[in-house]
């Protein structure tokens, strides 16, 4: 995101954010298109465990405003829920919407796919036909006439090309105009979607999806059914999973499941169709209400459950989820925070376990029976929680952003502050918040050396995302703890548990966990003294933490050592197959708190704020087997006119420690003369780079120390790996004109900036 300057992918024509027509489509199929590289690729999640497995799953359909919203001067709708999904369809009406990068990136941190649309609607019907035939020819030609429709693979190539570049995962495809040709066409078109499966199968990877909405039926009429029938069962076949829509009476789920048990499952086999079980169909939810049974809205769970994902398994897609912002916007007061409190109410339920609201009754349809649906549920309980890819395939670093902010901080240091003019929204600066401190942390006593537990009050624990203060990126994660007073005659010292992040690990790997943190003992009149250290349990099925895991302290920084009060402790771990056994579920990340008082009998409060929480492979213990990596050049092009924007790029490298000297013996010496990670574990890649500048004159050609320059911004925004767009709304006013240093500051997927003497720059003289 350049965070001071401006999106400038719409200027770039094979950088187009989405295309209007097929027309368009083949204007970019005809020109090259490098692959996006600092999109995040997609990696699976562990599979799901045992009866796990045919439980419904959920898809995300989030249509915010006709989509391409986000601002990097203003805080904007981001979905932060990833742990509850399978799949998210970025949606909008252009005819093909490509997921903006950060979005994919995000999804892909998580182990969710994300999937673009192909719509046909309105004036959509002649790029219907278009889509069967292929590329219009620029000269009169012919050929012999077919007995049936012709179907060609060109628009299966180009688009399953297209994602494959900007890397997202598939298509929803969404025809809601009539096929004026019939049976004729229809047919076509189910041999088409087995094409454009085949293709994005073969380039984008046997992840790929085609979800069919259910709009046209088999006589290529506009007709929604609500459920998956014969009408509608030739387009799912070929597709890999199916979108109903949402006008459903209550008992359409069951219909609908009753008659997929229904279908052979040995022809469908014969077939070569596409595997399919239960929850490949996803069952429409429309958060806004319109025509759903429920109402929408906090009522959504109405429609859940009917769906019933984890009894019946049938799949849920939620379509419409910015509902809690749009709904809210125009409202006294309305800013981030209460929307987030509204967001989190949605989907993981109130702060307060007695604060569930009182959702009114929906209207009910002419002669629909009356159900009893119960008081509210949230979302989250009707889907498993999904922990993220394994870190050893995807290394896990959060700094608990939602994609949103008021200031930008590198390791400590705030080097932006933007809260004045609106703040930012950069998907791809979103992390994981912490999947188990929602919608709060949920605090045990830590037994210590076979003691028994404690019979104390428990302190309550509340959660927030803190935008004052943060160790990289834009925000932290606040635990805030009020504790009641104790009359035990142990009260003096105690200690809790809080879990906060799910991880999926292998056994027999040593991984390394990193924690930047910070303790706010002083909240209160009662004097606090806070211990903490990472603590590691096995998560059970029924999500809660067992079986503690033995952890083996690497290295701790003080607060002392690091900006801004920060302190940093790493710890290493090490899971056996029997412990990788029973974590099937995952493990627990926490805290380990131990807190000391003076007079335990008083009420007092303090709080944690995490920055930054990574799990990523321990490097090997070899001597000199470690890489460093580093930005190893850069260099700037002038931007031309109308265009002015100038574009900074560079390449980054790593390096090895240096080798004193060969310890060979002999030439059957059966040791190496150096031991390396060939791997590639041990070279972290790059999240994105932060991008400075700072004046060089003639009268101060040697320039001050980088860590005076003035930060512009950071990469990402446009998916583009090595590059950055400077233009005049990065620069301070004082240096446009004169000549300038620009550096390159990596940062890696571990979290961790590079050091300024493993940094690049480059010297440029900037235009009047």
Known sequence: MPLLGTDHSILVKDEAPFFRSLAELDDWASKPSPKLGAVLPYTPRRPVPGPQAHQGKLLVCHDYKGGYTESTSAHGYTFNFWPLCDSFIYFSHHRVTIPPPGWSTAAHRQGVKMLGTLIFEGDGEAD???????????????????DTLPFSPYYARVLADLAYQRGFDGYLLNFECPLRGGLEQTRALTAWIALLDAELKSKVGPHAETIWYDSVVVTG???????????????????TAFFTNYTWPAHYP??????????????????????????????????????????GGLGSYRALAHIDPLGLGLSAALFGPAWTWESEQDKPGFDW???????????????????????????????????????????????????????????????????????????????????????????????????????????????????????????????????????TGGSSLRLSFSCPGSDAEDAFFRCLWVPVQSAALSSQMPYHVTLVYKVDAQEDDAQVEVDLGLSIKILAPDGKAHHNLNVSPVS????????????????????????????????????????????????????????QLAVYPAPLTAPLSQTNPKVLWASYTPGTAPAS??????????????????????????????????????????????????????????????GQATFIGTTGLDGRLHRFFVDDACLPEALQGIGVRFYVQGVTDRGRALKWDRCAFVDVQLPK
């Not at 009429?221 to 597709?239: E, K």
């Not at 219909?255 to 069952?283: C, D, G, I, W």
């Open 254 to 295: 069951n219909l609908t499941a009753s008659y997929f048990l229904s279908l052979a499952q040995a022809s469908l086999a014969q077939l070569r169709t596409q595997p399919k079980t239960l929850n490949s169909v996803y069952v429409g939810v429309d958060v806004w209400g319109r025509g759903q049974h429920g109402g």
């Open 128 to 146: 219907c036909l278009r889509l069967l035939v292929g590329r219009l020819p620029s000269n009169v030609t012919g050929s012999s006439a077919g």
């Open 337 to 471: 925070q209460t929307w987030w409190k509204y967001e989190r109410l949605l989907w993981v339920g109130p702060e307060d376990e007695q604060g569930r609201p009182d959702v009114p009754e929906a209207p009910r349809r002419e002669g629909e029976p009356v159900h009893d649906h119960g008081p509210f549920e949230p979302i989250a309980n009707y889907f498993g929680r999904r922990a993220p890819p394994d870190p050893l395939d995807v290394a896990f670093c959060t700094t608990f952003c939602p994609g949103v902010g008021n200031a930008w901080w590198v390791e400590g240091v705030k080097v932006m502050d933007k809260a004045a003019t609106g703040g930012w929204t950069d998907v791809d600066k979103q992390t994981s918040l912490g999947d188990l401190v929602w919608p709060r942390a949920a605090v045990t006593w830590e037994a210590e050396n076979d003691q028994p537990p404690r019979t104390d009050v428990l302190p309550t624990a509340t959660s927030s995302i803190f935008f004052e203060d943060a160790w």
């Open 221 to 239: 009429q506009l007709r929604w059914q609500d459920r998956l029938n014969s009408l509608n069962l030739p387009f799912f076949l070929p597709s």
């Open 556 to 611: 701790t920084d003080q607060a002392i050592d690091l900006p801004g009060g920060w302190s940093r402790t790493t710890v290493q771990l090490t899971l056996s197959a029997d412990q990788c056994e029973l974590a099937r579920d995952g493990v627990a990340i926490g805290l380990a708190l131990g807190f000391a008082v003076e007079d335990p009998t008083q009420s007092y409060k303090f709080s944690v704020v995490l920055g």
């Open 645 to 706: 924007a100038g574009v900074l790029e560079w390449e980054t490298a790593a390096s090895l420690p240096t080798l004193p000297s060969l310890s060979i013996t002999s030439p059957d010496d059966p040791i190496p003369a150096w031991i390396l990670d060939y791997s590639q574990r041990q070279t972290p890649a790059f999240s994105y780079f932060n991008i400075y500048v700072q004046a060089r004159t003639p009268l101060a050609p040697s320039v001050p120390l980088p």
